[in-house]
């Protein structure tokens, strides 16, 4: 475990800044876990009948133009906050809002070599997201107050790749998962300086997978994070002092695992995208999971999922042929869950 402070790093630029390197290094990383043998006590529960049903698709955009979807917000009007990855074709990455009949509004565009990872937003309906870049002017966690202009919160490094993120419910403390670094970061959602919260192997990738901690949320009084190398979804409780706490395996089960959400806001029930395996999986509160969502619902390359009500909101960044980058929606069945709706 290692706490430390940074400033943005001048450190020289990695592949992972450019987005299409990125996505075949994440397809590679996730078809080599696909045979990769996991130990874990888990087994793999199934359900009487479908938990998500009619699937649809809500949003569909062109992937060759740079329109990728990589991560997902659900806002409390039933519009989506999906942040679109660009390209290194001179294509920039973008925040989009989509409203509830699937019509699409760019509310930030990047610049050509960044690239748009996890977003999230507060009660007051300020965005905030993660770039990664190679210019240290850039790269970091920002914010899009409503009706206001991007601005950046903390710099991050360069050589790093900030994927998922989360606020705390006080609004003040901003969560990063680094994929490259295996850490998470806090950051002040005022602006200030980002700190390594949490440095461990649990996060770190390995020579066969080079991307560690991805998807990131904070739920009942812990960061919880997957770790797409390793297959796991970890549990990190937040102490007193605002410190991470012992971390907890809660499944090593999720080959290939991406971004995930839970149920709600009681619920330890998690729906997680596997995007290698074009897959969404639900993860029980005991760590039994079970596949709830393939490539014959119309998944391709799933990267995140978001919740709202009874429904399932999938990004799927299609970065295999045919490309077919979109976002869908599905309809959740509770008792379906096996385990009650808020378990």
Not at 227 to 246: D, E, F, H, Q, Y
């Amino acid at each position: 475990m290692n706490h430390m402070e940074i400033s943005a790093s001048t450190t020289a630029a990695t592949p992972l800044q450019k987005r299409f390197g990125l996505a075949t290094a994440i397809v590679v990383s996730a078809t080599v876990l696909m045979s990769a043998p996991y130990a874990s006590a888990e087994t793999e529960a199934t359900s009487p009948k479908p938990v998500v049903t009619d699937v649809k698709t809500l949003a569909s955009f062109d992937f060759t133009a740079g329109d990728s979807p990589e991560n997902i917000t659900a806002n409390p009007d039933n519009s989506l906050t999906v942040s679109m990855l660009g390209s290194v074709a001179g294509k920039r990455p973008a925040l989009v809002r989509i409203d509830p009949s699937g019509r699409s509004k760019v509310i930030v565009a990047g610049q050509q070599g960044d690239t748009f990872t996890g977003n999230t937003r507060d009660r007051k309906g300020v965005i905030y997201y993660n770039v990664a870049s190679s210019d240290a002017s850039r790269a970091g966690v920002w914010k899009l107050p409503p009706g206001g202009t991007p601005r950046r919160v903390a710099a991050l490094p360069t050589d790093g790749l900030p994927n998922g993120l989360a606020l705390d419910p006080t609004g003040r403390t901003l969560y990063a998962a680094d994929s490259n670094k295996a850490t998470v970061w806090s950051v002040p959602s005022s602006g200030g300086t980002a700190t390594a919260w949490l440095t461990d192997a649990a996060l770190a990738a390995n020579p066969s997978a080079p991307f560690g901690a991805n998807g990131l949320r904070f739920h009942k009084g812990a960061v919880w994070v997957s770790n797409l190398a390793k297959g796991t979804l970890l549990r990190i409780p937040v102490t007193a002092s605002g410190a991470p706490g012992r971390i907890h395996t809660v499944t090593s089960s999720l080959t290939g695992v991406d971004d995930f959400t839970f149920l709600n806001d009681r619920s330890d029930v998690v729906f997680a995208a596997q995007n290698g395996l074009n897959q969404v999986a639900l993860v029980h509160p005991d760590g039994t999971t079970e596949t709830v969502l393939t490539a014959k619902d119309g998944l391709a390359s799933p990267t995140s999922t978001a919740v709202r009500g009874n429904r399932l909101y999938i990004t799927n960044a299609g970065l295999n042929e045919p490309h077919d980058a979109k976002v869908q929606r599905g309809t959740i069945d509770p008792a379906a869950l096996n385990c009650g709706p808020t378990s």
